[in-house]
């Protein structure tokens, strides 16, 4: 057994599609019409072709039980490029207790796409900023040994 993609059903694959492209920077590496593949393996499938498939009557959005998450190198840059677009959010910008900046917000049909702060981009923040690294680990409730190969 073999977990291979998670599958969004989309009301509008143009809508989505653009999204994911313009938001995220994904792209379309696999094209069958009804369902696309973009890079990192998200795939997308029309309503009308998931109701066929599955025989399946109503199909409800946005039941927040679910969420893509994405993680961001330059955190920074990439809040930029949000405040360009009009996002439905979850809630905005926060960071963790353990350092980690993150950001969810909706896509078009209401799925939560959630960005995070890579975690050696934290750790290399939280060492940047002057803090020894048992000072980082105990800060990012991580081991030692995480934080000297961020260092790496």
């Known amino acids: 057994m073999k977990f291979k993609n998670p599958l969004l059903v989309v009301a509008d694959m143009d809508k ?11 792209h379309v590496i696999m094209d069958f019409g009804a369902n696309k593949t973009l890079t990192g393996g998200l795939c997308l499938q ?7 498939l599955t025989g399946a009557g109503e199909i409800t959005f946005g039941g927040r039980d679910v969420e893509l998450y994405f993680e961001e190198d330059d955190f920074d840059k990439f809040s930029e490029k949000l405040e360009k677009f009009d996002l439905g959010y979850v809630h905005p910008i926060k960071e963790h207790a353990w350092g980690q900046r993150v950001v969810r917000f909706y896509d078009p049909d209401r799925h939560v796409i959630e960005v995070g702060e ?13 803090m020894t690294p048992e000072q980082v680990a105990a800060r990012m409730e991580v081991p030692i040994k995480f934080v000297k190969a961020c260092m790496r």
């Open 16 to 26: 989505s599609v653009e999204f994911y492209k313009k938001v995220l920077g994904l």
């Open 118 to 130: 890579n975690m050696k981009a934290v750790c290399k923040r939280f060492l940047d900023s002057g």
């Open 46 to 52: 029309t309503l009308e072709t998931w109701r066929e």
